[in-house]
């Protein structure tokens, strides 16, 4: 896979290396989850040089740790101090929870911590917050045990917890594979804030799904993860990311004359892009 297949890793971009990194500790990770009994990424591929045995799975899980961790120190953990030790404590709570079951009852695994390993964990995840169990979902909890790239929405609603914090983010681990493949095709080279936007436009259905309006089109009120009413449409079976494009391209031939010519042009660009990438890699 990835590095090895093309020679050496100097031939990749900074963004691709960051994009391998979170690839391969996606893999190990969801490879262990699904030990556990639970659902990984869709999109993980079996990690390489990893073998069914416990030893080498564990191993792997660290060392794959220890160099997403190494590769966000000039990113999420830059400002973090005594980063070595915040990287060697959170590897050690990994293996424990691997060893001792954390990963298939995470709120019990996370009760018996002390408060430092707690604070460890907070560190890792950037919680403004000191950890409550007490008040942790299952998934809350499953995701403070893994690594931020390696995160899962576990009950598909289209938020991924961490902790009592909830994040959209696109992909997600319910992202089929196909899907994943031709975004990061698309967006290569996309600075930090094009492809945030593009990836808020990608939930906008989970969003707007929620809103209730009156007959005049007022805002009356949104539906909240856990209420009832709550969907994500994202997680229907007939859900097409085909015609997600399709529909883009058309709000945007509607708009041509009420937006600037350049947002036109760069939007259609890159719907028309994704939509013949989403093609070629057999998404739906």
Do not use: C
């Amino acid at each position: 896979m990835k590095i090895d297949s093309l020679g050496s890793s100097s031939l990749l971009t900074q963004s691709q290396q960051k994009r391998e990194q979170e690839h391969d500790v996606q893999n190990i990770f969801s490879a262990m989850l699904a030990q556990a009994g639970r659902q990984g990424y869709a999109s993980a591929e079996a990690p390489d040089q990893v073998s069914d045995d416990q030893q080498s799975l564990t191993e792997g899980l660290q060392r794959t740790w220890d160099s997403w961790f190494t590769g966000e120190l000039n990113g999420r953990y830059s400002q973090v101090s005594n980063s070595k030790e915040l990287k060697q404590s959170f590897g050690e709570i990994i293996v424990r929870a691997h060893e001792e079951g954390g990963y298939v009852d995470p709120q019990s695994f996370l009760q018996n911590l002390s408060q430092d390993e707690l604070a460890v964990i907070q560190k890792v995840q950037s919680l403004a917050s000191p950890i409550q169990v007490g008040s942790l979902t299952e998934e809350g909890a499953l995701n403070l045990l893994l690594p931020p790239a390696a995160q899962v929405d576990l009950n598909h609603d289209g938020i991924t917890r961490s902790g009592v914090a909830k994040g959209l983010r696109f992909p997600s681990s319910n992202t089929p594979a196909a899907v994943v493949k031709a975004w990061e095709e698309t967006t290569e080279g996309m600075s930090f804030g094009e492809k945030a936007v593009a990836e808020l436009q990608m939930m906008l259905p989970l969003l707007t799904a929620n809103l209730v309006v009156d007959d005049n089109g007022k805002f009356v009120r949104q539906y909240e993860p856990g209420d009832p009413e709550f969907r994500n449409p994202l997680a229907a079976s007939d859900y097409s990311y085909v015609t997600v494009t399709k529909n883009r391209l058309d709000a945007l031939e509607f708009m041509k004359n009420e937006i600037p010519p350049d947002r036109y042009e760069n939007q259609k660009s890159f719907w028309n892009k994704f939509q013949q990438s989403l093609i070629d890699h057999g998404a739906e």
